[in-house]
């Protein structure tokens, strides 16, 4: 059975600080994965994808990493701001084999507070 | 550019009532899907429109119809909703291939007592 699961379920941090989210799954055939930032009362919106052949990819002040080995991804933050407090979801995509639509599997979120 | 856009935001119903969900997208997508978010679980897919003309089950189909009305909207009807169905829905569309991302709606939150 595909799964997604994250860790921690919720964090806390001082502004200012670092921290790492973690999402292990279980996928296969895997497509990619890719990590949506979820503010309250609003929809996710993508932050960023990573296909097999990528191990790091940046977009900011968030850094995303993939082992596709251990099948394992996380999500880091650096010099957090009060605006990064969100629900952070990370979704596993099943490769599709050529069609237009690949399963997703949605992890349950890491909840986020970034406190001043 | 408005993106996806849901109606109603909030809702109440009473067990039996039955209701419409209205989601509208204006970047031309061909793909558009209907999700509810639990507390505590992920994002489960309802129904999906891979292009327009064509609707598919997902994992939770059960208690609900879905209508791709043209390519720009997708409705989801509850014909006799249940406290189970109490939950966040989440419209979202894509470009059709199975890298691209979700573009999500703000949701709609439904209460059925």
């Known amino acids: 059975k595909n799964q997604v699961e994250q860790s921690p379920q919720s964090l806390i941090i001082l502004e200012g600080k670092n921290c790492t989210l973690q999402?292990?799954?279980?996928?296969?055939?895997?497509?990619?994965l890719r990590w949506y930032k979820q503010d309250t009362g609003r929809g996710p919106v993508s932050l960023t994808i990573?296909?097999?052949?990528?191990n790091t990819k940046s977009n900011g002040r968030y850094t995303a990493t993939l082992d596709a080995d251990t099948k394992q991804s996380s999500l880091h933050i650096t010099a957090s701001q009060l605006s990064d407090s969100a629900s952070y979801i990370c979704?596993?995509?099943?490769?599709?084999?050529?069609?237009?639509?690949?399963?997703?599997?949605f992890g349950q979120g890491t909840i986020l507070t970034v406190h001043p | 550019n408005a993106g996806v856009t849901q109606t109603p935001k909030f809702q109440v119903l009473k067990t039996g009532q039955s209701m419409t969900l209205q989601c509208a997208q204006d970047?031309?997508?061909?793909?558009m899907y209907w999700y509810r978010q639990d507390p505590g679980m992920g994002l489960r897919l309802i129904y999906y429109?891979?292009?327009?003309?064509?609707?598919d089950k997902g994992e939770v189909p059960n208690g609900y119809n879905v209508s791709r009305l043209n390519k720009r909207e997708f409705s989801l009807r509850l014909e006799s909703a249940a406290p189970s169905q109490t939950s966040v829905y989440f419209c979202?569309?894509?470009?059709?291939?199975?890298?691209?991302?979700?573009?999500f709606g703000n949701g709609t939150r439904l209460t059925v007592t």
């Open positions: 979202a569309s894509r470009e059709g291939f199975s890298g691209a991302p979700l573009h």
């Open positions: 999402c292990n799954y279980t996928v296969s055939p895997f497509s990619n």
């Open positions: 990573m296909t097999f052949s990528e």
């Open positions: 979704v596993v995509a099943v490769d599709a084999g050529g069609t237009s639509y690949g399963k997703l599997t």
């Open positions: 970047m031309n997508h061909n793909s």
């Open positions: 429109s891979a292009s327009e003309g064509t609707t």
